[in-house]
């Protein structure tokens, strides 16, 4: 698994110009004013709320930095609690996107399948408001890769490699983004 692991790690380095387009979305945005938001489901739920925070507060301890706006969809119970009760799980992240994203902003769309449909409708959201869209998926990217203006695939069907992989794109997204920031 080790292994497997570090293998996709150096195959997805080995082609840099996805990332670097992120990078390059996420640094307009945060130089014009705008937010990253992130979504995602179970454990990508959990990697919405890291990288989130590592925007909000910090990467890295020596890089003395503003902090910049980020947000994970996750973190307020009682909204998607509501909008799963009020409008159903399809629409748990659109529903606060819609009153929170503006144009121009970026979405992260985070699913190892591809296939989650709350995730689905966020990115469709996003679209139609004019909110970059990033995926972080797995696989062959699935119904979310055509709704993702800069898709990030880990190509592997192994939740945990995908989500491992997630991480490590996700970190050296906000480590270039940290370099042309600061």
Not at 91 to 97: C, D, G, I, V
Request: proline content about 4%; some cysteine.
């Amino acid at each position: 698994m080790l292994r497997r692991g570090a293998a996709l790690k150096l195959e997805l380095a080995a082609n840099p110009a996805p990332v670097l387009a992120v990078v390059g979305a996420c640094e307009r945005a945060i130089r014009a004013g705008n937010k990253i938001m992130f979504c995602g489901n179970g454990g990508s739920a959990a990697d919405a709320q890291h990288l989130a925070t590592e925007l909000l507060i910090r990467l890295r301890g020596a890089v003395a930095r503003d902090s910049w706006p980020a947000l994970a969809l996750t973190l307020d119970a009682a909204a998607m609690s509501a909008a799963v009760n009020d409008f159903g799980i399809e629409h748990m992240f659109s529903r606060p996107l819609r009153g929170l994203g503006r144009a121009g902003d970026v979405l992260f769309g985070i699913t190892t399948s591809g296939r989650s449909i709350n995730v689905l409708n966020a990115l469709q959201a996003a679209r139609e408001m004019g909110i970059v869209t990033v995926g972080l998926l797995g696989g062959d990217g699935g119904a979310a890769l055509p709704l993702c203006d800069f898709p990030l695939l880990v190509p592997d069907a192994e939740t945990a490699r995908i989500q491992e992989c997630h991480i490590a794109l996700g970190h050296a997204v906000l480590t270039l983004l940290e370099d042309r920031l600061v």
